[in-house]
């Protein structure tokens, strides 16, 4: 589980213990996973953290080596880990004028390439043992077109996301691997919480079906589901796990 110290990784993480399940968090910041296992330590499912940069092909390739020492195999894995990059209310819907390419690229490095690196990092793993889960977290920004999703970095990002998840769906389904993929809409993370301004929160509010928001734990059972046997017969979909946003 990749962004396992974030509110929607954490929450998945959590989700997963609670049925005695075996998880390794990884991510970027020690104290996050720090959390996330004083979160969790009650739970009855075993918890392994690793520090690791997953937008490199050493860190990914460490995190399946340390899951693999620890547990001996791997059912599945969740590319959570993404977002924005420096995230506040300022850099929704850039023009591209200020949009650098440092930054284009880093937003992709972060989304994509995380996703892509990880994935190819468990490929051989999952081929052996026939069978294979892969989640990704895109967005609602991957396909909707209206303001205070995104820009045009991030947006092209997790329409990349989805790319990458049906690709992977159908080159590696033969081989017993699924790849699906989950989308939330904003999510208010603790996070999200520490600059979010009533009134986004209401414009939000309004796009939804239900009159509200999904929670970090919402995201985290659309993930769960992903990951265990009972989403067997399903690879190569997107589930919107948004309070109804279109």
Request: one cysteine or more; proline letters at 3%; a negative charge.
């Amino acid at each position: 589980m990749t962004g396992a110290g974030g509110g929607i990784g954490g929450a998945a993480v959590a989700r997963l213990l609670r049925v005695g399940s075996n998880v390794v968090g990884v991510d970027l910041s020690s104290r996050r996973l720090a959390e996330t296992e004083d979160k969790t330590k009650d739970l009855p499912g075993k918890l392994k953290t690793i520090k690791v940069d997953v937008t490199t092909e050493s860190g990914t390739q460490d995190a399946v080596n340390y899951a693999l020492s620890e547990f001996g195999s791997v059912q599945g894995i969740a590319n959570v880990a993404g977002g924005m990059v420096n995230i506040n209310q300022d850099v929704y819907d850039l023009p591209l004028s200020d949009i650098s390419l440092d930054y284009f690229a880093g937003t992709f490095a972060l989304n994509v390439n995380s996703a892509f690196l990880l994935s190819k990092a468990i490929e051989g793993h999952f081929y052996d043992e026939g069978y294979g889960k892969i989640v990704n977290v895109a967005s609602l920004a991957a396909f909707a077109n209206r303001p205070e999703l995104g820009n045009a970095a991030y947006n092209s990002a997790k329409a990349a996301v989805v790319g990458l998840t049906r690709s992977l769906s159908m080159s590696m389904g033969r081989k017993g691997v699924r790849a699906n993929c989950i989308a939330p809409g904003l999510v208010l993370s603790e996070r999200v919480k520490s600059w979010i301004e009533p009134g986004y929160h209401e414009r939000h509010l309004a796009y939804t079906a239900l009159g509200d928001l999904a929670t970090p734990e919402d995201l985290g059972e659309g993930i769960a589901f992903f990951l265990e046997p009972q989403s067997d017969a399903v690879t190569g979909e997107v589930m919107r796990v948004a309070a109804g946003v279109r």
